[in-house]
T-cell receptor
Framework: NAGVTQTPKFQVLKTGQSMTLQCAQD?????MYWYRQDPGMGLRLIYY???????DKGEVPNGYNVSRLNKREFSLRLESAAPSQTSVYFC???????????FGPGTRLLVL | SQQGEEDPQALSIQEGENATMNCSYK?????LQWYRQNSGRGLVHLIL?????REKHSGRLRVTLDTSKKSSSLLITASRAADTASYFC?????????????FGQGTRLTINP
């Protein structure tokens, strides 16, 4: 099993450009999450999907959109990137009935 | 804003010593979890303690929870160089609906050989 995978690993954008971060899991997770981690900080929840077909805002959703494409895939889109969105983005997953989240390796995003 | 506050922010000890990290939180919780993050990597779950538990062990890890003080501690005994990482507490608030973990800012642990 690959677990939770994220692509790309690293991306540089110019202000105003758009991009989509991809997350896929083969662990049969019902819930999936997108977080951002800024230097010296813990993870902050951007959006989450409690189940296939549903998405909800987290603590810091402004500037982002998400799509739960199917049970395996959950993407995060930046429509018009800003320097404040420079961060490391982590995708997480959790199976129904379990309390532990599993995380991908992260995507490092630099917005110039 | 983040619910968990961790103390200390950074800790440097000699190999073989014990390391203790503390976490405080603000609201009622279902459980509290500890995660480890190696440099440049994702988070890995270490241990979970439920709100009705006071202490839990897993190998060299010991976690305590005091719900009256809204605080938890993580003890790593007989530390090894491989324990060098950042450690995060995450609270699972008592809310209806999907789980939404709230992470502290982490403790950066360095084990010196």
């Amino acid at each position: 099993n690959a677990g939770v995978t994220q692509t790309p690993k690293f991306q540089v954008l110019k202000t105003g450009q758009s991009m989509t971060l991809q997350c896929a899991q083969d662990m049969n997770h019902n819930s999936m999450y997108w977080y951002r981690q800024d230097p010296g900080m813990g993870l902050r929840l951007i959006y989450y999907s409690a189940s296939e077909g549903t998405t909800d805002k987290g603590e810091v959703p402004n500037g982002y959109n998400v799509s739960r494409l199917n049970k395996r895939e959950f993407s995060l889109r930046l429509e018009s990137a800003a320097p404040s969105q420079t961060s490391v983005y982590f995708c997480g997953g959790r199976s129904s009935g379990l309390e532990t989240q599993y995380f991908g390796p992260g995507t490092r995003l630099l917005v110039l | 804003s983040q619910q968990g506050e961790e103390d200390p922010q950074a800790l440097s000890i000699q190999e073989g010593e014990n390391a203790t990290m503390n976490c405080s939180y603000k609201t009622s919780i279902n459980n509290l979890q500890w995660y480890r993050q190696n440099s440049g990597r994702g988070l890995v779950h270490l241990i979970l303690i439920r709100s009705n538990e006071r202490e839990k062990h897993s190998g060299r890890l010991r976690v305590t929870l005091d719900t009256s003080k809204k605080s938890s501690s993580l003890l790593i005994t007989a530390s090894r160089a491989a324990d060098t990482a950042s450690y995060f507490c995450a609270t699972d608030p008592y809310l209806q609906g999907a789980q939404k973990l709230v992470f502290g800012q982490g403790t950066r642990l360095t084990i010196n050989p």
